[in-house]
């Protein structure tokens, strides 16, 4: 069983940057892949970009990819995002996710979620 706490959500002007925590509880935390997903309001969620336990693979969807950087620290129990450059369009509840060995861009593969945390970017 793992738990997760998701933190540092907020209200940033466009070109800005926040840094997203994840905090997890649960033995099994250190050997899962931790994903970041998103859902806007009226959209499906959405990959954002995924570590393997080790910390040594990652995986960005498009839209972020040089903008977004995912990091993790296993002796902290933590998985951060680092978000710069923030659009509009980056507007969503954003969730980290865990469970699963392998790193995935698919919310299927993933058993635990934390509740979200808020990021509005205005324009």
């Known amino acids: 069983q793992v738990q997760l706490v998701e933190s540092g959500g907020g209200l940033v002007q466009a070109g800005g940057s926040l840094r997203l925590s994840c905090a997890a509880s649960?033995?099994?935390?250190?050997?899962?892949?931790v994903g970041w997903f998103r859902q806007a309001p009226g959209k499906e969620r959405e990959f954002v970009a995924a570590?393997?336990?080790?910390?040594?693979?990652?995986h960005y969807a498009d839209s972020v990819k040089g903008r977004f950087t995912i990091s993790r620290d296993n002796a902290k129990n933590t998985v951060s995002l680092q978000m710069s450059s923030l659009k509009p369009e980056d507007t969503a509840v954003y969730y980290c996710?865990?469970?699963?060995?392998?790193?995935?861009?698919?919310?299927?593969?993933?058993?635990?979620w934390g509740q979200g945390t808020q990021v509005t970017v205005s324009s």
């Open positions: 996710a865990a469970g699963r060995t392998y790193v995935s861009r698919s919310p299927l593969s993933y058993d635990y």
């Open positions: 649960g033995r099994t935390f250190t050997s899962s892949a």
């Open positions: 570590i393997i336990w080790s910390g040594d693979m990652t």
